[in-house]
């Protein structure tokens, strides 16, 4: 599942609409460098088309993100400085929404705060689930297991009208 259906799950439709027009459609050259190793980034991406790298200090691949995938979420909530950085593949571009920017609405509109703050946790909550499973710390047998793939009724309801409301960001950003 992409991970921005676990951010747009708990927004409202007017929640995405702020995020498209607070935000910048960018488009990276290959090798542009969107968040530096020991960098603070200043900024969270929604990948839109293409890839990004997420490469380790020794310059190690450590993942590979495509659309529907975020970037610099980390960030907002702690200032901690980077222990990766994050460089474009050919045909990448993402909406870039600044930390100043999101904050301020955080600041000044609890209700969306309440929703965003509450996405990113299912977000992170969520990756953090993947990465104990992917280095054996969820105790299960085989990666494949049913119960690792299962997804709760909950966000399968939520699910669809996030892909909706993604797609519906997808086609927005490409006018």
């Known amino acids: 599942m992409r991970k921005v259906l676990f951010i747009l799950s708990e927004l409202l439709d ?10 910048d ?31 380790a200090g020794n310059g190690e691949l450590v993942a590979e993100l495509s ?11 702690d ?5 990766a950085s994050v460089r474009a593949n ?23 705060a309440a929703r965003f703050y509450r996405a990113l946790s299912v977000f992170m909550s969520a990756r953090m689930r993947q990465t104990t499973r992917r280095y054996g710390y969820g105790g299960l047998s085989h990666p494949g297991d049913a119960q ?20 519906r960001l997808l086609k927005r950003m490409a006018s």
Do not use: C
């Not at 007017?14 to 935000?23: K, M, P, Q, S, T």
């Not at 659309?67 to 909530?77: A, D, F, N, Q, Y």
């Not at 299962?150 to 009208?161: D, F, G, P, T, V």
């Open 90 to 112: 050919e045909g990448a571009s993402a909406l870039r929404v600044s930390h100043v920017r999101l904050r301020e609405k955080l600041d000044t509109d609890a209700a969306f």
């Open 14 to 23: 007017d929640d995405v609409e702020w995020l498209a027009n607070a935000g």
């Open 79 to 83: 200032p901690a400085r980077t222990t």
């Open 25 to 55: 459609r960018l488009r990276y050259p290959v090798g542009a460098e969107l968040i530096p190793y020991g960098g603070q980034p200043d900024s969270v991406y929604f990948v839109l088309d293409g890839t990004f790298s997420v490469l």
């Open 148 to 167: 690792v793939d299962e997804i709760s009724e909950a966000l399968l309801e939520k699910a669809h009208l996030a892909s909706m409301r993604f797609e």
């Open 67 to 77: 659309s529907g995938e975020v970037i610099g979420e980390m960030s907002l909530v």
